[in-house]
Each structure stands twice: as C-alpha cells, then as structure tokens.
C-alpha cells in the first residue's frame, strides 16, 4: 500500500509512544542501604 500522504496518525501514534518512554524514564530513587544487622 503506497503512501504518498505522510500519516501524521500513524507517525505520531509510534512516535508518541517510543518519545515518552526512553525519553522521559521515570526517575526511580535508589533504594535505602539496609539496616546495619
């Protein structure tokens, strides 16, 4: 299926969903150190 018209529904639906993700990583705080025993 040739298409000569870009898709912006196509391209922004893939774009959208790979940006968000490996652009904008949810910042995750490092974990506490463990209680001395």
């Known amino acids: 299926m040739p298409n000569k018209k ?8 893939g774009k959208a ?3 968000p993700r490996p652009r904008n990583p949810e910042p995750t705080p490092p ?4 209680p001395p025993p």
Request: charged share 25%; aromatic share 0%.
């Open 17 to 19: 969903k790979a940006a």
């Open 6 to 13: 870009p898709s912006p529904k196509g391209k922004g639906k």
């Open 31 to 34: 974990p506490p150190p463990p």
